[in-house]
Every structure is written in C-alpha cells, then in structure tokens.
C-alpha cells in the first residue's frame, strides 16, 4: 500500500513592505491554517514576520 504526501506550494509575504520573498511547501493535514515565521526581507533588510499568501 502506497502512501501519497499531499503538499502545498506556497508563498510567504513580509508584512512590513509586502515583497513576496519566499516560496515553500506545507501538509494541509497537519497544518490547515496559515503559516507565519519570522524570515530575513531582503528589502527591509531585517528579520520581519512572512505570512503565507495565495
């Protein structure tokens, strides 16, 4: 019996200038809700939060 990994492309956004910096994967299953981490913006330049985007 196989086992199939459902993951989701997504992309992360800095909530301080709103640059689309990252693009990542995430299960569905474990995580439903959206992802926030805290990721160097080039632009700003500094560690800021990245909230995931559609």
């Known amino acids: 019996m196989e086992v199939e990994v459902v993951r989701t492309r997504i ?5 301080e200038c709103k640059q689309r910096n990252y693009n990542t ?13 805290k990721k160097y913006c080039r632009f700003c330049r ?8 559609k």
């Open 11 to 15: 992309t992360l956004a800095c909530t």
């Open 46 to 53: 500094t560690h800021t939060l990245h909230k995931e985007t």
């Open 25 to 37: 994967t995430k299960d569905k299953k474990a995580h439903p809700d959206r992802m926030e981490t």
